[in-house]
Nanobody, 115 residues
Framework: QVQLVESGGGSVQPGDSLTLSCEASGTISNIVAMGWYRQAPGKEREMVAVIHESGLTDFANSVRGRFTISRDNAKNTVTLQMTALQPDDTAVYYC?????????WGQGTQVTVSS
């Protein structure tokens, strides 16, 4: 019923920047929170950044100060601006949207950081 389309992934060098975007479409009554999760090989999926309807944000300690999250409620989009990327940031990044009582996930986009 709800589709999330992600874009912006790719391969970069340490210290570079990338911007990920996600647009939600379909039958959505109300979006409470939008955010990004990531999963690296051999590791559990973890929350990267979340932004609530009010604009309140939450970041993983490993990305705090380097990543910025924003949203456009009219367009149902969320953007993750990543700077000072490190090899440990390499993972598949998933867009997530909470619209109670449901939650939706994107297909994932690969981010690779290596020299």
């Amino acid at each position: 019923q709800v589709q999330l389309v992600e874009s912006g992934g790719g391969s970069v060098q340490p210290g570079d920047s990338l911007t990920l975007s996600c647009e939600a479409s379909g039958t959505i009554s109300n979006i409470v929170a939008m955010g990004w999760y990531r999963q690296a090989p051999g590791k559990e999926r973890e929350m990267v950044a979340v932004i609530h309807e009010s604009g309140l944000t939450d970041f993983a300690n490993s990305v705090r100060g380097r990543f910025t999250i924003s949203r456009d409620n009219a367009k149902n989009t969320v953007t993750l601006q990543m700077t000072a990327l490190q090899p440990d940031d390499t993972a598949v990044y998933y867009c997530a949207v909470t619209h109670p009582p449901f939650a939706s996930w994107g297909q994932g986009t690969q981010v690779t950081v290596s020299s």
